[in-house]
């Protein structure tokens, strides 16, 4: 139990168009969901925090209206990277919240030309 | 702000070594958490440790948390390629949040 999916796993897209990126718990509810970014051989940095029916809490430093969150169901959870550009190019992770455990999903490999 | 170190940062051995992987915080941890992440997954779970002393083995690995809970130590006996992989400790009491550490990335060489 306990899975938690991502789609895509891998996109490349031009530079100046949007990315969408989803998060689903598969076999449980989520109210709360995470979004993170990760760099090569480096550690995970936390980019917001996804509530069911709310608004998302950003962390310092990253941009909301860049990094669209959207919690709409407890089960889904939507990042959308608008005007993509390249220095976004990056390793997107999710993870949902369970009895103070997070699952994390495979990743989302983002290439931005 | 509570700081995660780990150490070393990179470790590469052959397969059939033993290895000890180190996590040091600069306070005391709500629960601490080992993380392995194979390249191109996510981070899966591998241990919870939550009282000071505390010895958690997993077939091969072997966790111990600080008596103070201030650290912990990740110690691989016998290492197999398939233990490669970016290991993250993590403090996980901080209102649903995790706090990370860098990370030890493991090359295990056939």
């Known amino acids: 139990g306990a899975v938690v999916s991502q789609h895509p796993s891998r996109v490349i897209c031009k530079s100046g168009t949007s990315v969408k990126i989803e998060c689903r718990s598969l076999d449980f509810q989520a109210t709360t969901m995470f979004w993170y970014r990760q760099f090569p051989k480096q550690s995970l940095m936390l980019m917001a925090t996804s509530n069911e029916g709310s608004k998302a809490t950003y962390e310092q430093g990253v941009e909301k209206d860049k990094f669209l969150i959207n919690h709409a169901s407890l089960t889904l959870s939507t990042l959308t990277v608008t005007s993509a550009h390249p220095e976004d190019s990056s390793f997107y992770i999710c993870?949902?919240?369970?009895?103070?455990?997070?699952?994390f999903g495979p990743g989302t490999r983002l290439l931005v030309l | 702000t509570q700081l995660l170190e780990q150490s070393p940062q990179f470790l590469s051995i052959q397969e059939g070594e033993n290895l000890t992987v180190y996590c040091n915080s600069s306070s005391v941890f709500s629960s601490l958490q080992w993380y392995r992440q194979e390249p191109g997954e996510g981070p899966v779970l591998l241990v919870t440790v939550v009282t000071g002393g505390e010895v958690k083995k997993l077939k091969r690995l072997t966790f111990q948390f600080g008596d103070a809970r201030k650290d912990s130590s990740l110690h691989i006996t016998a290492a197999q390629p398939g233990d490669t992989g970016l290991y993250l400790c993590?403090?996980?009491?901080?209102?649903?949040?995790?706090?990370w550490g860098l990370g030890t990335s493991l090359a295990v060489n056939p």
């Open positions: 993590a403090d996980a009491g901080n209102n649903r949040k995790l706090i």
């Open positions: 993870s949902a919240y369970r009895r103070e455990t997070q699952y």
